[in-house]
């Protein structure tokens, strides 16, 4: 933040051609600012530790988010769990955000929150002290997500397995689900791009976002399922206006606007979500809760420990790709090296596209939802190990699918996706094997 501001004053001066080289030099002053305080801070952690025998992990949970908000705090509460050693320390970050009351309710009963003002200074010495004392200080002291690593949270998603019980999804389910109706429920939430307005400082994701259009073919596959689900378009008005003005029957399809309502209301243990990977399907992820996972583009991100999750995978393309080769979609759908933030030239410059919901049939739609709807418990499934990583499948071609997946992907993220129970929906693997 600080680098932010800096960045603004400088070119505000006109001094942007030197802005290198200054921000550079303001570093090292910093350094040598906090070079004896740190030292202090150092022998402090190194007593508290000596004492208490716990590194701490320190979490800054911004309330503007759903999905951060959800996630980040059901990882460290998965994590403590199981890693005894460490000790996490929260706080809120100034503002109040969207301010959810399930999820600020849920993470202020499964920790006990400490003044953002510790994380804060703690940080800035982590941050901000010479190479040798900061490699000291994470001895005993560390955030529980690096902002500055490339790893952040996925190092912690086989932790949210969903057959996994930990604090706050104990918590969570107890507050959000076991009080209502069992009644089941299918619930459209779809990022789309009306979602990245200014005033919720959001940063466009246009390879992610759907179209009205897909949104609409959804509609059209819920409504041919010939069960007696209750069917919720969660959207925002603009969408749902230009969505009733197409040829579509709405009589089982509830609007809900996402501006005025919380999806948390609405969910129950025989919930099933439909979403592209937004904040929705994180926390919905963060509670175990069913998913069918549609246009989810970034393949190194997928909730790959997601035993509740049905993925219908996005195809990548290029104009020597033919439709019906696997090995090629997978290649390149793990193209960067890293996870992919920015599409436009990760993909998009080197003549690499995606398919979009609007391309499947309502069939392969429909079918895929009902899929999602009867998923299989992992005891039901059969499970094998490929170069490390285990993982669960319902036949030979989704077998073969995870085995050309573990294969392609960076081996630097093998690490993380040690356990892998995502289903791959059978209509793309009849499609493609």
């Known amino acids: 933040m600080i680098k932010v501001y800096l960045n603004r004053i400088l070119i505000y001066l006109k001094l942007k051609n030197y802005s290198k080289n200054i921000i550079k030099l303001f570093k090292w002053i910093i350094k040598l600012f906090l070079f004896f305080p740190s030292i202090l801070l150092l022998l402090l952690l190194k007593k508290i530790f000596q004492k208490n025998r716990k590194k701490f992990l320190g979490l800054r949970l911004t309330r503007k988010y759903l999905g951060h908000l959800a996630i980040e705090s059901a990882m460290a509460s998965a994590y403590q769990d199981i890693n005894k050693d460490f000790k996490i320390i929260t706080s809120f970050k100034p503002g109040k955000g969207i301010n959810n009351k399930y999820l600020n309710s849920i993470h202020s009963s499964t920790f006990k929150l400490s003044n953002d003002l510790l994380l804060i200074c703690l940080n800035i010495f982590y941050y901000n002290s010479t190479a040798f004392i900061k490699r000291k ?17 996925m190092k912690y998603i086989d932790y949210l397995e969903s057959s996994s019980d930990f604090p706050w999804r104990r918590i969570g389910r107890d507050l959000i689900i076991q009080k209502k109706s069992s009644r089941r429920n299918i619930i459209i939430a779809m990022r789309t791009s009306y979602f990245n307005e200014k005033k919720r400082g959001v940063s466009s994701q246009p390879w992610r976002d759907v179209s009205v259009n897909d949104i609409y073919k959804i509609i059209q596959a819920s409504n041919e399922i010939k069960n007696e ?40 243990e025989d919930t099933l979500l439909i979403n592209n990977g937004n904040g929705i399907g994180a926390t919905i992820y963060a509670l175990g809760i069913k998913t069918l ?42 193209l960067p090296e890293y996870i992919p933030y920015d599409f436009e030239e990760n993909f998009y410059k080197k003549g690499v596209f995606h398919n979009q919901i609007s391309d499947l049939s309502v069939i392969q739609i429909q079918n895929s939802i009902i899929e999602a709807l009867n998923i299989k418990s992992l005891g039901e499934r059969s499970s094998a190990k490929y170069l490390g990583v285990e993982f669960y499948y319902k036949d030979y071609k989704e077998k073969y699918f995870w085995e050309l997946f573990i294969k392609n992907q960076p081996k630097y993220f093998r690490k993380f996706s040690r356990k892998i129970s995502l289903n791959i929906a059978s209509e793309f693997l009849n499609s493609y094997i």
């Not at 609007?255 to 609405?266: G, P, Q, R, V, Y």
């Not at 696997?326 to 759908?333: E, S």
């Open 229 to 268: 689900e209750k069917i919720y378009c969660f959207t925002n008005k603009k969408v749902w206006e230009r969505i009733q003005k197409m040829q579509i029957n709405l009589d089982k399809i509830d609007f809900i606007d996402e501006n005025n309502n919380d999806i948390l209301d609405i969910i129950n």
């Open 137 to 153: 200080i994470k001895k005993y002291y560390e955030p529980f997500i690096d902002k500055n690593n490339i790893e952040r949270e």
């Open 293 to 334: 996972y549609l246009h989810h583009t970034v393949w190194h991100f997928w909730h790959s420990s997601h035993s509740n999750g049905l993925a219908y995978p996005c195809v990548f393309k290029d104009s020597k790709n033919r439709i019906n080769d696997l090995q090629k979609i997978i290649k390149l759908a793990f």
